[in-house]
């Protein structure tokens, strides 16, 4: 009966308390439009059992397993064994399916949990800033491109990143739990003491049975704040012969307040890890999209070494079907007699490297096509469909007669604005002097208020045990007691809610560091920390304008190898066609020609590796400018779902190549 009485008055006592002071701490409901479905309860607030809402907070919410599956747009574009490619197709397919860009999906999700747990009044684990780039990209075989790797970040694109699941050590004043904490204890005991006198207890082998039930709500604030609230029951049954209440039940109700005055003072101090966690989920958001701009420069640059290896392939056979008809027409004079048979052996010599030659462009287009199948699914090449598929590009490149190019001060100042790379560092600067918030509260001594008020009771019956001394055959009067005390634990509460017996207590508590050196040592190397920020963002800056200007320069340079090499191939075909006309006079060599047809293979491989270059150049300018996402019209909400809505393009009915 004791306990139920107990967990009744306890009940009745939480009701009182005001149940959204936990969600009132920070002062203010999450302003995040990107809940991850991880952190989603199970069941709303306003449905499910009793139960299931009691114990929401105490069961782990299961993440949603990966999916490996492919996008649909994939098995739209198959056809007959073929795999068909535009640009935006090939872009979409990265949206959706890369795995780079997947991984960098969670990114965001790590930051809602942090923003949680800052709330919680916990230290922050940290995101990640880390750009993945595992998308690659093959070389050319004639040495005029022989970069290996999809797109070349830049020094000033790579971020510092904290490792997940590392808790960072926080300087500062220590931040209160935010959550309130409910403290039960129940306890049964029995003890037997022996004692030496019988002038306390009446008897030399006392044995008490002592019940206890104590319960407490303790929850601080952001204000610096800790309130204790608790309720303690003991019931206590002895054989205490001197003992005038016996078995007696006595409680007390208290309320402790505690308030920090100088360290750990206000909520600027208490909510920086709150801002400092939703900042990091802005930052998370931000590597995103720099993932993607990553990503789809990747990709793009993917898709244009394709097409130039296929138009090398063209131009390999082109010079394997010139070097084969030397070789027939050769062999036709030789059997005339009008030509030493010595020239067949060079003309065949000469159709083997082509040969060679067009065996290594087939095997390039070969590996390309497999690199941008992987970049392109979630799967790789696992799927027989997709690994036996030839790619077959639906777009080419091309040099448009005029180049539109803004001013150099607009693009850079577009670059400024745009590049995540940029934002990320403001906001990891405005986190800095966040964090110095705590440094310098910690600089000021420990002063705390306290006010404790506390409300006793005792209740319980007339001992019935005799008088200790008393002659069991001589009638005694029997013990007084005062009614007051008598009773039971209705009894025990209104002497609690009358506030019979009460207890106050209010004081100031102080500690002093006389020489604060660890404190002084904080605020020195926070303060260092962000004033290597600020000159590593003005680093970043100066690096921005020089990426701006190295990828118009580079742009410009492109355009001008592509002119001079298409004008160069111009003049080798020509060469050829009048080396083939002296030749037939009699007035050249097949020495010439063969020399000549080289010349004239090796200009049109420069000219498309021209053509491809500059296609890098203009990938490279989109990227420097922060523009990759404005120029091939991607919507970074559509890539963080990854469904794009665009439809696949519709398939050619002839083959383009």
């Not at 922050?124 to 290996?148: A, H, K, P, W, Y």
């Not at 400092?276 to 989920?281: T, V």
């Not at 000159?535 to 340079?557: F, H």
């Not at 665009?646 to 398939?651: E, F």
Request: charged share 20%.
């Amino acid at each position: 009966m004791f306990c139920v009485q107990s967990l009744i008055a306890v009940l009745c006592v939480l009701l009182m308390l005001n149940p959204a002071a936990a969600v009132a701490a920070d002062g203010q409901a999450p302003t995040s439009t990107h809940a991850p479905e991880s952190l989603k309860d199970t069941e709303p607030a306003s449905e499910g059992n009793f139960l299931s809402r009691l114990t929401r907070s105490y069961r782990w919410r299961e993440v949603a397993p990966i999916h490996v599956g492919n996008s649909s747009r994939l098995e739209s574009l198959l056809r007959a064994g073929k795999l068909y490619l535009s640009v935006q197709d090939t872009i979409a397919l990265a949206l959706e399916n890369n795995l780079d860009v997947e991984i960098q999906r969670y990114g965001p999700r790590i930051a809602e949990a942090d923003i949680l747990r800052a709330k919680a009044g916990g230290l922050l684990r940290g995101v990640s800033t880390q750009v993945q780039d595992s998308t690659g990209g093959g070389g050319r075989s004639t040495g005029q491109r022989g970069d290996q790797t999809g797109i070349t970040t830049s020094a000033s694109t790579q971020a510092s990143s904290t490792g997940f699941g590392t808790v960072i050590s926080q300087t500062g004043s220590t931040i209160p739990n935010l959550d309130p904490v409910f403290t039960s204890r129940l306890q049964w005991g029995h003890n037997s003491n022996p004692q030496t006198a019988t002038f306390v207890t009446g008897t030399n082998s006392f044995v008490t049975r002592n019940d206890i039930s104590n319960f407490s709500y303790q929850q601080g604030f952001l204000t610096g704040t800790t309130v204790n609230f608790g309720l303690s029951n003991s019931h206590v049954r002895s054989n205490s012969l001197r003992a005038e209440v016996n078995p007696s039940t006595t409680a007390s109700v208290s309320l402790n307040i505690r308030q920090s005055l100088l360290q750990g003072f206000g909520r600027g101090v208490n909510s920086r890890n709150i801002h400092i966690a939703r900042n990091q989920r802005e930052i998370s958001d931000l590597v995103f999209k720099q993932q993607v701009i990553v990503t789809v420069s990747a990709v793009l640059n993917l898709y244009w070494d394709l097409v130039s290896f296929d138009e090398d392939v063209k131009v390999r056979r082109q010079a394997m079907a010139l070097n084969e008809k030397l070789y027939e027409d050769n062999k036709k004079q030789v059997e005339i007699g009008t030509l030493a048979p010595i020239e067949i052996v060079r003309a065949e010599a000469e159709v083997a490297r082509a040969q060679q030659d067009l065996t290594v462009a087939e095997t390039l287009v070969l590996q390309q096509e497999t690199i941008l199948k992987n970049a392109l699914s979630r799967n790789g090449v696992a799927s027989p469909a997709v690994a036996e598929a030839r790619v077959i590009l639906t777009d080419r490149i091309r040099m448009p007669e005029v180049e539109e190019i803004e001013p150099i001060q607009d693009m850079t100042a577009n670059a400024l604005s745009a590049r995540p790379e940029m934002s990320q560092r403001r906001i990891q600067l405005q986190n800095a002097k966040i964090g110095l918030r705590g440094s310098k509260s910690q600089l000021l001594p420990t002063v705390d208020a306290f006010v404790n008020v506390a409300n006793n009771a005792l209740a319980g019956t007339v001992n019935g045990l005799p008088l200790p001394d008393a002659d069991p055959l001589v009638p005694v009067p029997g013990r007084v007691v005062s009614p007051f005390f008598l009773g039971g634990y209705g009894t025990v509460l209104s002497q609690l809610f009358a506030r019979n017996f009460p207890d106050y207590s209010i004081g100031v508590q102080m500690n002093i560091p006389l020489r604060n050196r660890a404190a002084q040592a904080d605020m020195i190397r926070d303060q260092l920390t962000v004033r290597q920020q600020e000159l590593g963002m003005q680093s970043l800056e100066n690096q921005i304008r020089v990426d701006v200007q190295n990828a118009l320069i580079g742009l410009q340079q492109a355009r001008a190898q592509y002119q001079a090499a298409a004008k160069s191939r111009v003049l080798q075909e020509q060469t050829l066609d009048a080396e083939q006309k002296k030749y037939a006079l009699g007035a050249s060599t097949i020495f010439n020609v063969i020399l000549v047809q080289r010349d004239l293979a090796a200009a049109q491989s420069a000219e498309v590796a021209a053509l491809a270059a500059y296609s890098r150049a203009r990938v490279d300018l989109g990227r420097a400018t922060g523009q990759t996402l404005a120029q091939n019209n991607i919507s970074l909400e559509e890539a963080f779902q990854g469904r794009i809505s665009h439809a696949p393009s519709p398939l050619p009915v002839v083959d383009p190549q």
